[in-house]
């Protein structure tokens, strides 16, 4: 006959491996999750919400890479953001830094926006950013079809404060 003693330890050391094996197998799922890919980055809409810590983040970040001399040569943000045509790239490397910059998690985590949302995010507003630019210029005389519309009435209606969140990372016209 097993003893109380020795069945209740034997349930805390069960309970402890089911909670480590549970935690390992979560750990796991996050680490594993698919990369963002051109289909995410086309339907994503760009919300108020979001853009609020989008902007706590930034600063912070902003902040971050100015005190940190590694990014004087290898900065954040980059042209190729924009211009390289291959955003899905650029969402991996930018995704990779964030989450591997301790400085730039605890930023994140401080304004409770995850590295996969604030790059998603980052990306569309920069996209739609330069479309209402291209469309404000006369260099495009509407929206291409197909393209998320909402995303540039987004930047429409916050303008000012879009083109100082993207200064202060260091994105100018």
Do not use: W
Not at 92 to 107: C, I, K
Request: glycine letters at 6%; proline letters at 4%; charged letters at 20%.
């Amino acid at each position: 006959m097993i003893s109380s003693r020795t069945m209740n330890s034997t349930i805390r050391v069960t309970a402890a491996f089911c909670v480590g094996a549970a935690t390992l197998l979560m750990a796991t799922f996050v680490r594993a999750q698919a990369p963002i890919d051109v289909y995410e980055l086309a339907d994503y809409r760009l919300t108020t919400d979001v853009f609020e810590r989008f902007v706590q983040a930034s600063g912070r970040i902003a902040d971050a890479t100015r005190d940190d001399s590694s990014f004087t040569y290898a900065p954040l943000f980059t042209k190729d953001v924009a211009l390289a045509g291959d955003a899905v790239a650029e969402a991996a490397g930018l995704v990779a830094r964030l989450e591997n910059h301790p400085a730039l998690v605890a930023a994140l985590g401080s304004a409770m926006i995850t590295p996969r949302e604030y790059t998603k995010f980052a990306i569309t507003l920069i996209a739609a950013h330069l479309a209402h630019g291209f469309l404000a210029a006369g260099v495009l005389p509407r929206v291409p079809a197909g393209a998320p519309t909402i995303n540039v009435e987004f930047v429409k209606a916050h303008e000012a404060d879009i083109t100082a969140v993207l200064t202060s990372l260091g994105i100018r016209d």
